[in-house]
């Protein structure tokens, strides 16, 4: 499967025909975990980053970081910081268009 949105969604519209609904959500679920796992990769390497480089952190646990399946909050604006990078969660509806109704919950960094 390519990582393209398209695929992405080709994928559980796909899967909601031959799966129960409990275990299409846990396999999305676990998607949207190994999204952000990749996504703090990638970033760190933009920023032309290497592991062993990053303040505060060994390169085994920048690994772990980048590669676990759940992260605390604190954690990842940790890490952010060290990236030097903020961090910002919002809020919003899913059906709200534009997006404009969103809050801003954190902002850090």
Not at 77 to 97: M, N, P, Q, R, W
Request: charge should be positive; glycine fraction near 8%.
């Amino acid at each position: 499967m390519k990582t393209g949105s398209k695929e992405y969604t080709d994928f559980f519209s796909e899967a909601n025909k031959i799966m129960s609904p409990e275990s299409v959500v846990r396999a999305e679920e676990k998607a949207n975990q190994i999204m952000l796992n990749l996504k703090l990769g990638e970033l760190r390497k933009e920023l032309g980053i290497k592991q062993g480089d990053i303040k505060g952190f060994s390169q085994s646990g920048v690994s772990k970081i980048e590669g676990r399946e759940d992260l605390k909050i604190s954690t990842l604006i940790s890490y952010c910081k060290a990236l030097g990078v903020e961090v910002e969660i919002k809020t919003f509806l899913k059906k709200a268009l534009p997006k404009s109704r969103s809050k801003v919950l954190l902002r850090a960094g």
